[in-house]
């Protein structure tokens, strides 16, 4: 059983916990994820890693309440346990392994968008701690689900908020930015984008255009998380890659997203009949056109 | 007097019923049939039967208590060879071990010697019969990597002499492929796999979920921050195959090993669970052996039309028998010599069908098989809206290569001595499937064995 420290909402669907997890916390990178088990009954989810206390032995991760699982574990609080915290899982990001003064020379630009912030974050903060300062751009929708800030503008040299609706900071999509910095005389080595797929998709292709190598982090359907199922797999330069295991962070020029896509929605019924279940409990007696009532 | 030459008939549920529920398919013997049946063992004195049990059971001495009735003193003599007598009864292959060197088998059926050592050890877990424990602990600490049979096995032998055992599991579930793999028709969940692991805990050990070895910590980090002696390595052969062939990637193809976990270790099957699967409504499971049989009968116990795509013939089969005569009783539709060319996918990503070549058996091969060859021209389409995979497994790189100066092949398995599972780095040994690649419960239980006589060698110099 995995103790949950803390528990606060950052943003409307959005929220964040400290859970105690000591082997977790003690060998974790950026980059890397963790998957949680709610109870007995619950599903195995992937959360990327937003941060970590070795000391404390501690993780902190950041969630969005999309479907039902993630719904019922919006409402725990801190003093609930998750029954199963497993991690630290998949690969580090590249640069925890590059020698530190060629990662001083590259100028570096994150991209994140909505709760893609959580993931990005760490990488961020790590490479603040060894002196290097890298540009980051977050997205979102609007100016209130934009999460993460103060953290975010601690450990960035230079910090780029952008709301869809233009109630805080560049108005537009993050792509406008990338390209609105690369006008002004940025030059980029490397970008980092992680988000949704279609953010991380459309990232890519203006990347390639710019000639901007990217990575992506992808967040495919993950079932155990440690290669032995194939749940994740993704085509990466016409290969197939079980994400939980080769990465999850990909060279984004190579990803086939289309097919990531059509993966992610596999099992979209099967999501809102439990949604349903969820949110009307034992009033739910069909209705939803998909399960002919709760029998 | 019944007809000594014939085995008794074992109790089993209706095919028609069972093929749309998930409880036991096989009801076993009861006191009395086990009994009758126990007196058909001719007690030889050179028992072959012994000879074809990679554990080395004493048959014929369990067997002979049975005979009396003795079923306490029957799971002693089993536990002095095997700590999973209830699992092993159900799941080995005893046709091509123990019962096909049985000289009953000359002239009638052998004698249902795994069917005897189910009862027995049933019977034990019914009446909480317990193991015998070490006496004290001789302050040796040692640990296990993966609770599956090997592990579950090596730890069990290593606490009875008195070690400190701590087994690692990766899942948040012990016992290996024996809960995420073996379907619960054949295997109970409740009732056998954890009762039996329960009976390992009695003995001392101790089990920590939800360690990745490689992520979570790592065999040096365990051997020089936790202080273990020696580790033995039972981590098994679970990464999944696939063709390489087009649409592999399509909705609704899955590997064997993702089907059954989410079936069997995430209860997808029961709706009080979180976990989805997609039922889908006509199957092809591909491939032909023990796993793509039990694949088949979950998607049709999920209600769905299913057909085993093989590219050899029956006779090549690699499943076992019984659990083939099961499938057929069931409703699994059997497509021979037929391989999969192509999975053909629909506008929205999902699997719509599938082109197959028919095949014949030509020229045998270094296996001695006949190697299947492609029947020119004869390409034609199925529809499907599910394909399983189910090409077998290999060991995950993960262990060896995050623990330094381990060896393994060029098949990724970790090499280790036979005898006694020593592997290339100083007090760590391994065994089971993670060595040999995907093989049956019983040969990583006898792998099990050996690791931990070498591990007592070892620490007790």
Not at chain 1, 143 to 172: F, Q, S
Not at chain 1, 252 to 258: E, K
Not at chain 2, 67 to 90: D, F, M, Q, T
Not at chain 2, 404 to 427: D, F, M, P, Y
Request: hydrophobic fraction near 40%; aromatic fraction near 6%; charged fraction near 25%.
């Amino acid at each position: 059983m995995y103790k949950i420290l803390k528990a606060e909402k950052l943003a409307d669907k959005i929220y964040l916990m400290d859970v105690e997890a000591p082997r977790v916390a003690k060998h974790c990178e950026p980059g890397q994820f963790v998957i949680v088990k709610m109870d007995e009954k619950g599903e195995r989810i992937p959360l990327t890693i937003c941060d970590y206390d070795r000391e404390a032995g501690t993780i902190t991760i950041v969630f969005q309440e999309i479907g039902a699982s993630t719904m019922k574990m919006s409402k725990m609080i801190a003093g609930d346990y998750f029954r199963d915290f497993i991690g630290p899982l998949g690969r580090p990001s590249d640069f925890v392994e590059e020698d530190l003064e060629t990662l001083k020379n590259k100028k570096m630009l994150f991209v994140a968008g909505g709760v893609g912030a959580a993931p990005v974050y760490p990488q961020v903060k790590w490479l603040k701690e060894h002196g290097v300062e890298v540009d980051v751009i977050v997205g979102s929708k609007t100016k209130d689900m934009l999460i993460l800030e103060k953290k975010m503008n601690e450990v960035a040299g230079n910090y780029y908020p952008c709301t869809d609706d233009g109630t805080y900071g560049h108005a537009g999509m993050v792509t406008t930015k990338i390209e609105k910095l690369v006008e002004e005389g940025n030059k980029y080595d490397v970008c980092i984008a992680i988000g949704p797929m279609i953010m991380m998709k459309f990232t890519c292709l203006l990347t390639k255009k710019l000639e901007i190598p990217t990575i992506v982090s992808m967040n495919p359907i993950m079932v155990d998380g440690t290669g032995m199922c194939g749940a994740c797999r993704v085509i990466v330069g016409g290969e197939v890659k079980f994400a939980c295991v080769d990465g999850p962070e990909f060279d984004g020029h190579l990803v086939d997203f289309d097919n990531a896509m059509k993966r992610q929605q596999m099992y979209r019924t099967e999501e809102g009949r439990a949604i349903l279940k969820v949110q009307e409990g034992d009033t739910h007696h069909g209705g939803c056109g998909n399960c002919g009532g709760d029998n | 007097m019944a007809d000594v030459l014939k085995r008794i008939p074992v109790r089993e549920q209706d095919a028609k019923e069972r093929a749309t529920n998930f409880e036991e398919v096989c009801y076993g013997y009861n006191k009395e049939e086990a009994m009758e049946e126990a007196a058909r063992c001719l007690n030889c004195k050179n028992a072959k039967c012994i000879e074809g049990c990679p554990v080395s059971i004493n048959i014929p001495g369990f067997i002979s208590q049975v005979k009396e009735g003795n079923i306490e003193e029957a799971y002693k003599v089993i536990g002095e060879s095997s700590a999973l007598p209830a699992i092993c009864g159900r799941v080995c292959p005893q046709e091509s071990q123990c019962e096909c060197k049985c000289i009953r088998g000359i002239k009638g059926d052998p004698v249902s010697i795994g069917k005897l050592e189910r009862f027995v050890a049933d019977y034990a877990l019914e009446n909480d019969i317990k193991p015998v424990k070490a006496e004290k602990t001789n302050g040796h600490k040692v640990a296990v990597i993966g609770s599956g049979p090997s592990g579950l096995t090596c730890a069990g032998d290593l606490a009875k002499l008195g070690y400190e055992v701590t087994v690692f599991e990766a899942l948040h579930e012990l016992g290996g492929v024996l809960v995420y793999g073996i379907p619960e028709f054949r295997l109970p969940k409740h009732k056998v796999v954890k009762k039996e692991i329960e009976k390992v805990k009695e003995l001392g050990v101790k089990f920590e979920t939800n360690v990745v070895i490689g992520k979570s910590t790592t065999i040096d980090q365990l051997m020089e921050e936790e202080d273990f002696e020696a580790v033995f390595i039972g981590s098994g052969a679970g990464l999944p195959m696939f063709m390489g062939i087009p649409g592999e990637t399509a909705n609704g193809v899955f590997s064997a090993n993702e089907y059954l976990t989410r079936s069997n270790l995430m209860k997808a099957f029961d709706d009080s669970y979180d976990t989805p699967i997609v039922a889908g409504k006509k199957v092809a499971v591909v491939g032909g052996g023990n796993v793509a049989m039990d694949a088949a009968r979950t998607a049709l116990r999920l209600g769905a039309e299913v057909h085993i795509v093989y590219r050899r013939s029956e006779a090549e089969l690699p499943a076992r028998v019984e659990e083939v005569h099961h499938a057929k009783e069931e409703g699994v539709i059997f497509d021979l010599l037929t391989n999969p060319k192509e999975i053909l996918v629909d506008d929205n990503g999902w699997v719509k069908g599938m082109k197959v070549i028919k095949m014949e058996l030509g020229e045998p091969d270094a296996s001695g098989r006949r190697r299947p060859v492609e029947v020119p021209g004869s390409e034609y389409e199925i529809e499907l809206d599910t394909v399983i995979m189910s090409l077998g497994t290999s060991p995950n790189p993960l262990i060896a290569s995050t623990t330094k100066g381990l060896e393994t092949n060029r098949r990724k398995c970790i090499v280790a001595e036979e005898e006694n599972g020593q592997t290339s780095k100083a007090a760590v040994f391994a065994g089971g499937d993670a060595v040999t690649g995907a093989a049956t419960v019983i040969l990583a239980m006898g792998a099990g064995k050996a690791g931990a006589k070498g591990i007592h060698e070892l620490l007790s110099k």
